[in-house]
């Protein structure tokens, strides 16, 4: 599946998680890396966008306490994974 990330939004997931701590999460970051390198549409899994978004939970939790997003990025993140994500769960 396509995921609709502006180049800012690809290194804000980035900085939020620089080193993996599984195999998948590693695959993620090559992707996102590789993403901003060719500059080619990013493709994810559905698997692969739901750790994203995990990462974009635990960013926005610990943070803002409760969930709250203070940040335009991380709130068009949120939005644009939670859209794909719903998108692919009713096909």
Known sequence: M??????????????????AFWPDEERVLKKLR?????????????LQAQIVFG????????HYGGGQVG???EQSIIDKLRGVLEESARS
């Open 55 to 62: 990462w974009a939970e635990d960013q926005v939790s610990g």
């Open 34 to 46: 590789r993403a901003l390198e060719s500059e080619e549409a990013l493709r994810m899994s559905r």
């Open 2 to 19: 396509d995921i609709p990330l502006t180049r800012r939004e690809i290194e804000f997931v980035i900085g939020w998680k620089q080193k």
């Open 71 to 73: 940040n335009p990025e």
